[in-house]
């Protein structure tokens, strides 16, 4: 079992930053790959970014890449999305979640284990 738990999000005005962090706690942080995802009202939850077990490799979705930043600190069992230039599109609840074994790591099905989410808001 591992447990997620998103550090508060917030209203912030577009062209801001936002840095969210999700600590993790159970089993061996470092075992797990590990996704950023978002959700905004009426649409599905879709992937914005993920980072393999030693970080050494990332993902990112298009409409993030350039502005958005994954990170982990396996020592601080702990992954981070730094948000940049953010725009009003940005607006939804951001999920962490943990994927142990291998495979595809841009969907949201692959996951194990989620946060239960943090809202981001970006004011136009």
């Known amino acids: 079992q591992v447990q997620l738990v998103e550090s508060a999000g917030g209203l912030v005005q577009a062209g801001g930053s936002l840095r969210l962090s999700c600590a993790a706690s159970?089993?061996?942080?470092?075992?797990?790959?590990m996704g950023w995802f978002r959700q905004a009202p009426g649409k599905e939850r879709e992937f914005v970014a993920a980072?393999?077990?030693?970080?050494?490799?990332?993902y990112y979705a298009a409409s993030v890449k350039g502005r958005f930043t994954i990170s982990r600190d396996n020592a601080k069992n702990t992954v981070y999305l730094q948000m940049s230039s953010l725009k009003p599109e940005d607006t939804a609840v951001y999920y962490c979640?943990?994927?142990?074994?291998?495979?595809?790591?841009?969907?949201?099905?692959?996951?194990?284990?989620w946060g239960q989410g943090t809202q981001v808001t970006v004011s136009s």
């Open positions: 159970g089993r061996t942080f470092s075992s797990y790959h």
């Open positions: 979640a943990a994927k142990f074994l291998p495979g595809d790591l841009l969907s949201r099905h692959e996951y194990d284990y």
């Open positions: 980072i393999s077990r030693s970080g050494g490799i990332v």
